[in-house]
Structure formats: C-alpha cells, structure tokens
C-alpha cells in the first residue's frame, strides 16, 4: 500500500498537535453494513465509545436545536418572525419564481424567502462558496428531496413522533478515527502486508488496456512498481492525469472537468474544559467565516492533552489558492480566535495556542456536469483489465467511512474471483438515513452519515456536512 502523506487514515486520520488530537472534521462512526461493522470490530483493538450526541444550529446570535425542536424554534425566532415567515411561505407558494432555475429559487419556492435565508442560505454558500443563485436547482431537488415546508413543521412538532429523532448516541473511538486506521495498518504489516509513507503514484503506465508499472516518488528517488492488479483510491482527475501515455482528450476533459471543495480546520486550545455542550455547532451566522465548530473533549476526554481544558476545531470550508487557503498559519489562528469571540461562545482570553490543517480535495462537488465526467471517467478506467479506483474521491462521491471501505472490500473480492460484486454499486441507494422517515424506513443502527435526511435539513444546507 502507497500513502503519498505521511499519516495513516486519509481524511478520516487524527493529527496529533501538543498531545491533542485532532480530526479532519469530526468523523463519526456509523453504519449499516454487517461486513463494515465486523471490519471495524477487527480493527480496534478496544470497543469504541458510547458518545452522546449534541449539535445545534447557531444563527443570529441564537441556538437552534437541530433537528428542529418547534417550541424552541418559536422561541427563538418570536411570534412576529414566525408570522412572517409563514406570510413569506404563502406568497412563496402563491407566486413561485419560474423557471426554477438555481438553488435559491428551489428553496424559496418551497420555503419562502425568510425560512430560506434564515436555515438554507448561510450554510450553504459557506460550504460550496458560491452564491444560492448560482447552484442549480436539480442540486436541491437531489439533496432536499421530500422535505417540505408541512413536512418540515410537522417534523419539528412531531420530532419524536413518526420521525424519530437523530440517534442520541454515536460511537467513536477513543483516541479519534486515527485509532482505528492506525490499528488497521499495523494489523496489515503483522500479517505480512507493508504501508509504505510518503510514497506517490506519480504515473501510471499502460499497454493493450493495462497497467504495466507505477512510478512511486519516495524518500526523493524514483522506484518503478509492476503490480500485477491496481486499485488506487486518489482523486479520479488525478489518476487520469498521471496515465502513460496519456488517456484520449474526451477523458483528459472530463478529469479537468471534476471540482472539488478544500477545507481546512483551525485548532484552537481552550483553557476552560467546558465551553459549550455540544460536540459540534453548525454556524449560519453570515457576519463570521467558519462553518461548523467542533469541541474535542465532548467527543472523547482523550482526544485532549492531559491537563488542558478543550480543544476547538474550527472549520472553514474553502479552495485552493482563494483567501482563506493561503491565509498565513498565523492569521488563520488569529482569524479563529476573533471569530469565535465575536460570536460570544468563548472569550478570546480562555484561548492558548492554534495549529492549522489543511485538506485538499474534502468534499467532491456535485456540480451540473459532474455525473456525466464521472461516466467517461469509470468507462474509461473500466476497460482496464487490472486497475480499479475506489473511495471518496476514487470515485467523486460523498462517501463515508463505510462506504470508502465496502468499496475497497469488493475491489479487494473482485481479485479473489468474485466477479460479481461492483464497487460503484457501493452507495448508490439515494439516501442513506440515520433516522427513521415518515415513509417509516428504520435504519438498522448507528449515529451520523454524510446524506441528506428527507424530513429534516439537506446535507449543504445545514448539516451532516461530511
Ligand atoms: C470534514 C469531513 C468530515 C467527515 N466526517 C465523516 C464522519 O463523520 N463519518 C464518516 O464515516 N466519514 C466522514 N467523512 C468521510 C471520510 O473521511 C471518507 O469517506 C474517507 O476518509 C474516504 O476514504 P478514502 O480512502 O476513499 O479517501 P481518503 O481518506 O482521501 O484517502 C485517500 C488516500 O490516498 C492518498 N493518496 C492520494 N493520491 C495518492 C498518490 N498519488 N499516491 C499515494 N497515495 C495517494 C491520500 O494521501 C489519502 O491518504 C468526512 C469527510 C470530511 C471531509
């Protein structure tokens, strides 16, 4: 195995930085798949822990308990907003914008103005950095699919009602995500196999519809590879870019086609250990940058440096070479900390020391054109007789863990004989729930995932941002 960085787990690793330990987003462990569940149980070494779950929504200076609770929600925005947004809801409804063009007029058409741009507009334009107006409606269809204005009210009236309410528990391990990714690799090298770090595919060369060697840039040398089979988990538009020779124009077109969003996380040290309740807080508030907040101790007491208070993570979402990326460590830190005071969570004065990570390629973008660049893509690296991609970006899709990880596993069956499996057909159903739906549909077990829930708030509109 090749790891092009030098830590083990890609995006779901944890970083150490002065003791504390720090995920790329906070990475919650939850699954349906009985093959992930006995992986995971195999990987670690000690069961993982119960954690119990807090997240809310924080707008206008207000937290929203999420989902939507209707009580604390009236509270919150008061009778006369209430009524108004009602009133927007009506004329909404009354006078839809048509064509429905962009993601703004979705909303707004289901929606009405006030609710949209108190619980859609923010968040949204924070995560994919662009304007409502410029996402395509199609998007929202996608994403907020069967959620509406009743459903939404009756979701927050009902919350423990039909729909059940979020899982109140996640598991996780202990030490983060990298726990588990770290005990996978050495369990690999007991068994024979070798992780090799800081080691880069850097081409790929092919004959008669194979891969015949790899050229791996390690430790500032060259070495060439000849793997009899190959499934590579970089990004797509990476892959075909690395080809010897070099794929026809159409693929090279739809690599350069595929977008991705950055991300990066600015660790803050906190004196204090209990600063607010919740493991993480969704932030709609537009007057800041940062999109969600994670509090480290509420996810695991060791995920913090023994005798210090907590550890925040805040998370910007962001692309290459745009203000925020190439933003100095220290403006970034200093950045955070202004933030998070200015919101009124935690006093600038409770805060120590800031350590940035930075992620390239966190979230595939699902833009007008990215269905038909993935097709040519896995067409094209489909005729190949012994190279397979997989995972997040292997495959530009919003997998999780266990998605990332069945795909591997039916890669890895595939060379084994079973021909029968696919792994694109990993996490193809349209939504993947946590909850029940009104429809009824219980999931089997667990706590958080990346998909949209159909009765409570879209993925990139508010939460579950994976
Ligand atoms: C902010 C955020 C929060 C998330 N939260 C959750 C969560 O709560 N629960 C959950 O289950 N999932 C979560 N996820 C998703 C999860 O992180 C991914 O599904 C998973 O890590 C994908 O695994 P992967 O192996 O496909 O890709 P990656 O994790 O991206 O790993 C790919 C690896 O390939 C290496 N690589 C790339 N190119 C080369 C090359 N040329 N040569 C050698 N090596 C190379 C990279 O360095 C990387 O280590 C989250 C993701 C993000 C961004």
Redesign the pocket.
């Known amino acids: 195995m090749?790891?092009?960085?030098p830590?083990?787990?890609?995006?779901?690793?944890t970083h150490v930085w002065e003791g504390n330990r720090l995920?790329?987003?906070?990475?919650?462990?939850?699954?349906k798949s009985e093959e992930v569940k006995q992986l995971w149980g195999e990987m670690m070494d000690e069961p993982m822990l119960k954690v119990p779950r807090l997240s809310r929504i924080f707008y206008g200076q207000q937290f929203y308990p999420y989902p939507l609770k209707i009580g604390a929600t009236l509270k919150n925005l008061g009778l006369v907003e209430s009524f108004r947004m009602l009133l927007s809801y009506l004329a909404a409804r009354w006078r839809p914008v048509l064509p429905e063009d962009s993601f703004a007029d979705w909303v707004r058409n289901r929606f009405g103005e006030r609710l949209y741009s108190t619980f859609f507009k923010t968040y949204t334009e924070k995560v994919w950095g662009m304007p409502c107006t410029e996402i395509r409606a199609d998007w929202a269809a996608q994403r907020i699919h069967g959620l509406s204005f009743g459903s939404a009210v009756l979701n927050a009236i009902r919350n423990s009602g039909k729909v059940k309410s979020l899982i109140k528990t996640f598991d996780y391990p202990r030490l983060g995500?990298g726990m588990l990714w770290e005990g996978a690799a050495r369990k690999i090298g007991e068994r024979g196999g070798e992780v090799v770090l800081e080691?880069?595919?850097?081409r790929l060369h092919h004959r008669d519809g194979a891969v015949t060697a790899v050229e791996?840039a390690c430790g500032g040398e060259t070495q060439q590879l000849h793997p009899a089979q190959v499934i590579?988990?970089?990004?797509l538009s990476?892959?075909a870019k690395?080809l010897v020779p070099p794929p026809p124009p159409n693929v090279l077109e739809a690599a350069e086609g595929l977008k991705y969003r950055d991300?990066l996380?600015v660790a803050l040290a906190c004196r204090k250990p209990d600063v607010f309740p919740d493991n993480w807080i969704y932030i709609h508030s537009a007057e800041v940058r940062v999109g969600r907040i994670q509090n480290f101790r509420n996810w695991s007491e060791a995920m913090v440096a023994p005798g210090h208070g907590t550890t925040l993570g805040m998370?910007y979402f962001c692309s290459r070479g745009d203000d925020l990326w190439t933003m100095s460590d220290e403006g970034l830190v200093a950045l955070a900390k202004r933030e998070i005071a200015a919101l009124g969570l935690v006093p600038e004065s409770e805060l120590e020391g800031g350590y940035v990570i930075r992620?390239l390629?966190?979230?595939p973008v699902y833009d007008a054109s990215y269905r038909e660049h993935v097709e040519t893509l896995k067409a094209y690296f489909g005729s190949f007789s012994n190279l397979q991609t997989?995972?997040?970006?292997?495959?530009h899709r919003?997998?999780?863990?266990?998605?990332?990880?069945l795909?591997?596993q039916q890669a890895a069956l595939r060379l084994l004989g079973r021909t029968d499996l696919d792994p694109w057909e990993v996490n193809t159903e349209r939504s993947y729930y946590e909850e029940q739906t009104l429809a009824g549909k219980a999931p089997e077990s667990g706590s958080?995932?990346?998909a949209a829930t159909p009765q409570t708030l879209p993925e990139a509109a508010t939460p579950a941002?994976?």
């Open positions: 090749l790891e092009a960085s830590y083990i787990g890609g995006i779901a690793r995920d790329i987003g906070g990475h919650r462990f939850f699954t995500p080691a880069r595919a850097t791996v590579s988990t970089m990004p990476t892959l690395c991300f996380i998370e992620e390629n966190a979230y997989v995972g997040r970006n292997g495959m919003y997998n999780n863990q266990d998605h990332s990880m795909a591997g958080g995932n990346s941002v994976t």
